[in-house]
Each structure stands twice: as C-alpha cells, then as structure tokens.
C-alpha cells in the first residue's frame, strides 16, 4: 500500500469556507474565509501583555509573579510568569501555527474563557511540543541519510566489499515518532470532544476500528451529511493517518491485531546505489502498509497531523 502522498490538505480550502458555519461558538463565516494558515511573521501578539519575536516562551496564566510591584497590580494588570518552555522559536512553522495562529483563532471565537483557555492549553502544553519531537526525529533521520549519501563511495572494479552505511538508532526512533504521533491524536481528539460534546478520548477513535463504528469520521458524517466538507475532510483519515496509529499498535503489541512493525536500514542496490531506510507492517505475513521510505513518510505524517490540528478550529 502506497503512502498517503497527497496529504490530509487535500480539501482545505472547501472545508475551510464551511467549518466554522457548522459549529456552534466557532468564529463567524467572516473569518472563516481567511486564508490558509502561513507562517507567523517575525513579532506576534500573544495572550497577555507579551510580544513574541521568535521566542521560545510559554504562559502561565493568572499566575502573579514573584517580587511583583504593588503598584502593578493595583492597576488592574495581573503579570504572568514566563517561562522557557520549547527548544524551537515561533519561525519554526509548527510553533507559528499551532500556538500564535491558535491562540488569534480562539480570540475570536464565542467559546467561553474557560474553554478557550482548557483548548488552549491543550495546544500550547501537549500537541506542539509532541508533534516537534516527531520533527525533530524526522530532521535528524533526514540528516543522517543526506550524510551517508554524500560520504558513500561505491565499490571500484573488482572490488570485493563494500561499507554501507547505516543509521544508529534507527529502529529506537521510528518506535519514538510513532509514539508521539500516536498520542499527539489521542490528544488531538479530546479537542474535537470538547468542541462538539462527544466522548472521543482514544488515538484510535478518529476511524472506525474493526467491529466499532462509532468515530470521528463516522461523527462528521452523520452530524453534516456524507458530501459536506467536514465530512469528506474527515474521510480522508484512513488513509493518510490511520497508518501511523497502526504501526504504533504494531511496536506495542507485536504479531497481534496490528500485525508487526518491519524497519529496514540503508541497503545497497545493484552495487553502486543506496536505498534509503524503509518500512512496513505485516499481518499474518501480508504486507498491510508499505513498504515506504520512513523519512518521505514521517514527512508526509507531520504535515498531516499539523493540518488535522489546525482544521479542529477552522
């Protein structure tokens, strides 16, 4: 089975004209035509009395600081401990868009404080920082194979070996990647919970699973209709995040319902050229998914899950 190469971002622009006009306290239709999220410029504004410029910073809201002047907060203006939080600035699209462009989304919403603050926190505390350390994997596997590409020197006539090189760790990461992503949507679907009253709290609830065919995707469809944006958007899940819960549940239980996670590291074709590492899950010995390049898949996996996060809002 061939990767998801086309992306959960496939009906953005659709699903985003008609999102926020189908759930109650969400932004109006007005902002709903805004543009597709973009990077955050340089200096944004972030809840408080805080400007970011490419700062590495989390709040702690209604929190005074320690030795705070009297006279501060007499006026009326609670100060707000700051606090070094993520190893990544908001230049990094990731940070941009899952905590500035969140928090601007929450601003002007009709939600109440209260849940603006409890989605919020779900963002800023849990999703940003795991989808980063999925990022992080990704950047380093990438590294390491750009660099064993560009050192490789393929055998000579008449040679009768060859090195070829591998990636340390390489097994330990992948198991890594799809344990954060695994939870950044088990995280992810408490939101869509809290946003449309269900009781969605597992990974595995965003599609239908054997036997269970309750799930978000199934949710959409009966709350707008099968040919609704939201619907056809959520549609798109089994295919292009479904395959990381699976290959997770494959590391964690080994040869049962999932099948078994296969890694394989740089391989050498024909003699002379390197195969970058690959994976697969197997299933009663079928191949259920893959097999597939692990860093052009984990590539295809963040841009997914980072769409997915943002579409809870739009």
Known sequence: M?????????????KQALWTASLAGLPSSNWAKSPPPVEAPSTSRVRGRVTLKDR?????YGVPARGAPMSVQQQGQPLFEVK?????????????????????????????QEKRD??????????????????????????????????????GPGAAAVEVP?????????????????????DLVVVYSSLHGTKYKEASDWTPVGKRTDSV?????????ATHPNAKYFAQLPACVSPFIEMRNAVEHPGERSGTLITDNIALKDG?????????REKNGVIAYGPVPIIDDMSVALKNLLILAEGMLW
């Open 166 to 186: 591998q990636i340390s760790r390489l097994r330990e990461d992948c198991e890594e990647f799809l344990y954060s992503a695994k939870n950044f949507l088990r």
């Open 217 to 225: 995707m199934t949710h959409a469809q009966d709350k707008y209709g």
């Open 2 to 14: 061939p990767m998801c190469g086309r992306g959960i971002g496939n009906l953005w622009q659709e």
């Open 118 to 155: 409890e989605i919020g926190g779900v963002f800023m505390n849990s999703l940003v920082r795991k989808l980063l350390r999925c990022w992080e994997i990704e950047q380093r596997l990438r590294d390491d194979w750009e660099k064993s590409v560009a050192n490789f020197k393929p055998p």
């Open 272 to 280: 002379r050229e390197l195969v970058p590492p690959r994976w697969r």
């Open 84 to 112: 070094k939080a993520l190893d990544h600035g908001v230049t990094n699209p990731i940070v941009a868009r899952l905590t500035l462009q969140i928090l601007d989304i929450l601003e002007k919403t009709t939600l109440s």
């Open 56 to 60: 590495r910073y989390r709040y702690v």
